[in-house]
């Protein structure tokens, strides 16, 4: 093990939980996606680890933090909250983010709210928008249960559902991310590690943020939840260095969404990960290139 270990307390009095690789002044902050946690960023962190002190983080409801009573409190305007009070508590004042997928909404809410603390961002295969089909891969999956019986079907399970953005994968790779996916039970069962309720969360979400964009559009209401109702108002606070990542075969961050944040944020930096889906791993040739390229320009 190359990192620590540590948890503190949300302002609602959930314990949450982090890992801690490196050390010193440079702070890099690592956000997952939707139904992922830490796990995720082990590599990377352990690459970036020399030069970096990085924290990676599990959301509420996810990895070892703890799952939230309140299901509506399952939104993107929360996990910014949640990240301030760790930033806070460890008196970080300034810190790059790498966020992927939900983790890169997070950041752009974390610019619109103290972007002078934000050094830079890395967006994982996301935007300020989301193709409508991913959207509906996403509301049709997060948070689904499945049977369950053993490390095998947890691997057969993560290979079925992800393939379609990680094709061409070793059977070895999908035991290893099915072990990122899923915890075992106190039966010693595998289940995936996270509260079901996240899925329940987005789902009856969407209606709401169908509602909260009619209000916007009409001038009523332009934040909420301490967030802008409209992820491009937060994206045009990005005025720090920024690159996204995109995979090439995704279905959550297309061609032109991209086109349309360079319209936003000429400086933006870019690069698209061969094969790969929602989203990126982050250990792909092109992917390291691009961060650690990103990285070694920031002033």
């Given amino acids: 093990m190359n990192y620590s270990e540590h948890r503190y307390s949300s302002k609602d009095g959930l314990s949450l939980y982090y890992r801690e690789y490196g050390s010193g002044d440079k702070v890099i902050i690592c956000l997952p996606g939707l139904t992922r946690n830490s796990k995720d960023f082990h590599d990377l962190a352990s690459r970036l680890a020399s030069d970096y002190r990085v924290l990676c983080l599990d959301f509420r409801g996810r990895g070892q933090s703890e799952h939230d009573p309140k299901w509506r409190h399952y939104h993107p305007g929360t996990y910014a909250r ?25 950041a752009m809410i974390m610019s619109a709210q103290q972007g002078s603390r934000v050094k830079a961002i890395v967006m994982n295969d996301i935007g300020p928008e989301v193709n409508p089909v991913g959207i509906t891969r996403i509301l049709k999956n997060a948070g689904i249960k499945s049977e369950i019986s053993n490390w095998q ?11 379609h953005a990680l094709p061409n994968m070793s059977d070895e790779f999908w035991q290893h991310f099915a072990h990122r996916t899923y915890r075992l039970n106190s039966n010693g069962i595998p289940v995936l590690d996270m ?34 109702i409209d992820p491009w108002d937060s994206f045009k606070t990005v005025n720090m260095p920024c690159l996204v990542l995109r995979g090439q075969i995704s279905d959550v961050l297309s061609e032109d969404i991209v086109k349309r944040m360079l319209a936003v944020k000429p400086d933006l930096k870019w690069a698209v990960i061969p094969d790969r889906g929602h989203a990126p791993l982050l250990d792909e040739p092109e992917s390291v290139t691009a961060i650690d390229s990103f990285l070694k320009n920031l002033v």
Avoid: Y
């Fill in 82 to 106: 949640d990240t301030w009070k760790l930033m806070d508590e460890l008196a970080i004042e300034k810190f790059i983010v790498i966020g992927t997928s939900l983790g890169g909404l997070v």
């Fill in 153 to 163: 079907d947890a691997a057969d399970r993560c290979k079925f559902m992800g393939s």
């Fill in 195 to 228: 509260d079901s309720n996240v899925g329940l969360a987005i789902r009856k979400g969407v209606k709401a943020a169908e509602i909260l964009a009619k209000l916007r559009k009409l001038g009523i209401l332009k934040r909420f939840g301490g967030a802008f």
